[in-house]
């Protein structure tokens, strides 16, 4: 397995991102291309523990879950995990990218990751807020599960205050269902 530094991984997202490898969950819950767009957080500062503000991009590949092969560099690629509706359990077409993350967790000690949990727009907004926590730990979880430590691991819920997308489609809410992975810190 190969070992990623700092710069390894800023030039896999930066070729990721012009290389427009981007999907959207379709309403099957399958995901399709977005027509090489890449989605972007909207920096919004209404979650819960946050205390980051950063407008980061998102990237997501249709290479999971189609049962090909998914190599190291396109899974931690991926950085946006989906969801069913109601739901926290872990999909398997995010399995390959949350073990590549977790491989890269494990052997850079210094990298730290922030999990933000989304949820559609149906729902209280408690309950929202609460859902978008289960779907972060379980990420979370299923990360340490696979070789990250929880002290590399911060948990955020965003409840339906940061949409992916706008609109009461359910290509819309498929898209907000959505943990995003976010690394706060990289290995030196």
């Known amino acids: ?17 012009i290389s427009g490898c981007t999907t959207v969950p379709d309403n099957t ?7 090489n767009t890449v989605s972007e957080s909207t920096g919004a500062s209404s979650g819960v523990a946050s ?26 690629s991926i950085t946006t995990v989906y969801f069913d509706f109601d739901k926290a359990n872990i999909r398997p ?6 073990k590549a993350h977790a491989a890269y967790l494990s052997t850079n000690a210094g990298a730290k990751l922030r999990l933000d949990g989304h949820a559609d727009e149906r729902g209280t907004r ?20 696979n070789g ?22 359910e290509n819309s809410w498929a898209a907000n269902r959505r943990v995003e992975l976010k690394y706060t810190a990289v290995a030196p």
């Not at 205390?51 to 931690?76: K, R």
């Not at 077409?93 to 949350?98: G, R, S």
């Open 51 to 76: 205390g980051i503000d950063d407008d980061s991009m998102t990237v997501s590949s249709e290479t999971v879950g189609n049962g090909s092969s998914v190599g190291v560099d396109v899974a931690l």
């Open 148 to 169: 990250a430590t929880r002290s590399q691991l911060e948990v955020v819920s965003y409840g339906e205050e940061r949409p992916a997308a706008m609109g009461a489609s």
């Open 29 to 35: 819950g399958n995901e399709q291309p977005a027509d």
């Open 1 to 17: 397995m190969a070992i990623f530094n700092r710069n390894h991984l800023l030039a896999l997202i930066a070729a990721a991102a």
């Open 93 to 98: 077409d995010a399995y390959a990218a949350l």
């Open 126 to 145: 408690e309950y929202n807020l609460a859902l978008g926590e289960r779907r972060a730990k379980a990420a979370a979880s299923y990360l340490a599960a």
